[in-house]
């Protein structure tokens, strides 16, 4: 597992047990599974705007085709919301942490795991190879923050995850 699965994973078992968890930009959703096989009471949807659904057959996650800056889902639907290696490929990212806020209930907490222009990638030249190289727009702690405050959130932390090339970090916000 890879030290931000880790870190996430860490992250969800801190608070209550999720009833119900949305895990925008899943990929192939192998973090998803994870996250199922942990959890197994609880109601798991996963997102990403390739379809999902041909990497696994399982039948206690939902795997849906769509835009994280436009989630398809009723406000206050979710308890719990994560995103993976993901942030950096939204395309609005205020608009998509907005649609978190917007389905997390009162109480919630998104928790995001990705790389940010902090240390050494906040140096331009490497911090530009790094996002050409993953075919990503990096964000650094300052812009999120903001980002996270103008949707509402509030008890935000951002901190490096540890034995991640310091180049990844965990950020976590709660809904009042």
């Given at each position: 597992?890879?030290?931000?699965?880790?870190?996430?994973?860490?992250?969800?078992?801190?608070?209550?047990?999720?009833?119900?968890?949305?895990?925008?930009?899943?990929?192939?959703?192998?973090?998803?599974?994870?996250?199922?096989d942990?959890?197994?009471?609880?109601?798991?949807?996963?997102?990403?705007?390739?379809?999902?659904?041909?990497?696994?057959?399982?039948?206690?996650?939902?795997?849906?085709?769509?835009?994280?800056?436009?989630?398809?889902?009723?406000?206050?639907?979710?308890?719990?919301?994560?995103?993976?290696?993901?942030?950096h490929?939204?395309?609005?990212?205020?608009?998509?942490?907005?649609?978190?806020?917007?389905?997390?209930?009162?109480?919630?907490?998104?928790?995001?795991?990705?790389?940010?222009?902090?240390?050494?990638?906040?140096?331009?030249?490497?911090?530009?190879?790094?996002?050409?190289?993953?075919?990503?727009?990096?964000?650094?702690?300052?812009?999120?923050?903001?980002y996270?405050?103008?949707?509402?959130?509030?008890?935000?932390?951002?901190?490096?995850?540890?034995?991640?090339?310091?180049?990844?970090?965990?950020?976590?916000?709660?809904?009042?």
């Amino acid at each position: 597992m890879r030290a931000v699965h880790q870190a996430i994973l860490n992250e969800v078992l801190k608070s209550p047990w999720p009833q119900a968890l949305l895990d925008i930009g899943c990929g192939k959703g192998g973090f998803t599974q994870l996250l199922a096989d942990t959890f197994p009471d609880t109601d798991i949807v996963a997102i990403d705007i390739v379809d999902s659904k041909q990497f696994s057959h399982r039948q206690d996650i939902t795997f849906i085709k769509g835009s994280t800056e436009d989630l398809p889902f009723d406000s206050e639907a979710f308890d719990t919301v994560i995103t993976a290696l993901s942030l950096h490929h939204w395309q609005n990212k205020d608009k998509g942490i907005c649609e978190a806020y917007r389905v997390l209930r009162k109480g919630g907490r998104l928790i995001i795991g990705d790389p940010l222009l902090e240390g050494w990638m906040s140096n331009k030249l490497l911090g530009r190879l790094a996002q050409v190289v993953d075919r990503g727009v990096f964000t650094d702690a300052q812009r999120l923050t903001g980002y996270l405050k103008m949707a509402g959130f509030e008890s935000i932390e951002i901190s490096l995850i540890p034995n991640s090339m310091n180049s990844l970090y965990l950020a976590t916000a709660t809904k009042t």
